[in-house]
């Protein structure tokens, strides 16, 4: 873990957040190549959810919530941790974190009795800060899917089995942040929530964890070391009928890298009055006298059914630190020599091509160097980096190190014969391709 926060702060992936003012414990930055690296995982995660199925639907909800979502759906009584205070030295942990329930800092056994402790942020809302004016910033992205049930039913025309995606940032106060960006208070989820009939949740299910494993092999992740972990039912969270989590073996240990759960219909029946009322549900939906029954009718036998809900839920930072941890290696070389490389698939590289000119000063390269850069760049394919630094070598060392799939060297042959020399990352051979062909050569690399 140490050598990733290293890599990460040297090479400009995370920053600890207000680093110059001694840092805000549970935040981090993402830096110059960390938000790139980022967004391909998200955008990896999105095509794959939404492009790639007619039956899935995006959104982008606000993050600002209704304490009344919060209160029906089990949040306000539920989403607490067990909290104990060290009476040595007042450090404070969550209980259930604490090995032979001893104080992590000191350990003293002299502990207060765990309470439980809420972990939603609450903020004001308008002019006038009072009891009745305040909502939470949502703790996770699934409730404004389940809020927006019905809008999406009604202006995308779905029928079961359908999902809604989302991807964005939910909060959660907790009380001891660990573990780089594993265990943090801002983050980002990528969440799916897939409807199902009544009956066909077990299946959908046991599907999508199968999806689930295959995705994130497909980003790299070695299926050793992501391990199946069938959650005891009495540790369900309060809306869950069997949750299965993909645990991965991050530097800390085997922890949680994405939960799937069946839901069944506990969310759109909490939101639902008289959810149980199935009757009243269909008299107030064929009415529209109401928005807030959220049902869908069954095509083919016209009566109105509350969905089950199978939710795929991943962290994009655990899944950062986890794309990390796999492609992070040091290679020995020649000579007793050693490389650092960061192996990773190059849809996620955070540079596509480096296109290096072999002499800084010397003009024809830099301006030949510059347009192969542009041109390349218009593919839009990603970052393609002008790498105008003089030192062939270190630029090659960078490069490996923070992941570049291809090195592209502009030296005065190319000035000559229009080719220049491509570098690949993970065998460091080397062969000479011309200008002309570059363009396809780099989408075969990268795609």
């Not at 980022?38 to 995006?58: F, P, R, T």
């Not at 049930?149 to 025309?157: E, G, L, M, T």
Request: aromatic residues 8%.
């Amino acid at each position: 873990m140490d050598e990733l926060v290293a890599l990460c702060k040297r090479r400009g992936f995370i920053f600890q957040s207000n680093e110059i003012y001694g840092g805000l414990q549970g935040s981090y930055d993402y830096g110059p190549l960390g938000v790139e690296l980022k967004n391909n995982i998200k955008s990896a995660w999105w095509s794959s959810m939404v492009y790639e199925n007619d039956n899935i639907e995006g959104l982008d909800a606000s993050i600002l919530t209704n304490p009344l979502v919060l209160k029906h759906s089990g949040h306000e009584s539920t989403f607490s941790d067990p909290m104990v205070d060290c009476k040595k030295c007042q450090a404070r942990w969550r209980a259930d974190q604490l090995p032979d329930n001893k104080c992590l800092s000191c350990g003293s056994t002299d502990l207060t009795e765990p309470r439980p402790f809420n972990l939603m942020f609450k903020t004001n809302v308008g002019p006038v800060e009072s009891e009745d004016s305040f909502a939470y910033l949502r703790p996770e992205t699934a409730q404004q899917i389940f809020t927006n049930f019905k809008n999406v039913v009604d202006s995308s025309a779905k029928s079961l089995p359908f999902g809604i995606a989302q991807i964005g940032k939910a909060f959660r106060n907790e009380i001891t942040p660990r573990n780089f960006i594993f265990r943090v208070r801002e983050f980002e989820q990528m969440e799916l929530e897939y409807f199902v009939m009544p009956g066909e949740d077990e299946e959908c299910h046991d599907s999508w964890v199968e999806k689930r494993l295959d995705w994130w092999e497909k980003q790299g992740l070695s299926r050793s070391k992501v391990k199946l972990y069938e959650v005891p039912d009495d540790e369900l969270a309060h809306y869950s009928k069997r949750t299965v989590d993909l645990m991965y073996e991050f530097p800390h240990g085997l922890e949680e890298l994405e939960g799937i759960a069946n839901r069944t219909d506990f969310d759109l029946g909490s939101h639902t009055k008289n959810q149980k009322d199935l009757d009243l549900v269909a008299k107030v939906m064929e009415n529209k006298s109401s928005n807030s029954k959220l049902a869908i009718q069954d095509l083919k036998t016209n009566k109105w059914v509350v969905p089950f809900v199978i939710e795929p839920s991943a962290g994009v930072d655990r899944g950062v630190l986890a794309i990390l941890n796999e492609a992070y290696n040091i290679e020995a070389l020649d000579g007793g020599k050693e490389r650092t490389v960061l192996s990773l698939k190059p849809h996620l590289s955070p540079i596509k091509a480096a296109v290096i000119p072999l002499k800084k000063n010397n003009q024809e390269i830099v301006n030949l160097s510059s347009k192969i850069k542009n041109k390349l760049q218009k593919l839009n394919v990603g970052r393609i980096l002008l790498e105008n630094t003089g030192n062939i070598g270190k630029g090659y060392r960078r490069h490996d190190e923070i992941g570049t799939p291809v090195c592209i060297t502009v030296d005065f042959e190319s000035l000559e014969d229009a080719s220049v020399t491509v570098r690949d990352r993970d065998t460091m051979k080397q062969e000479r391709v011309a200008i002309s062909d570059l363009e396809n050569f780099l989408i075969r690399k990268i795609s």
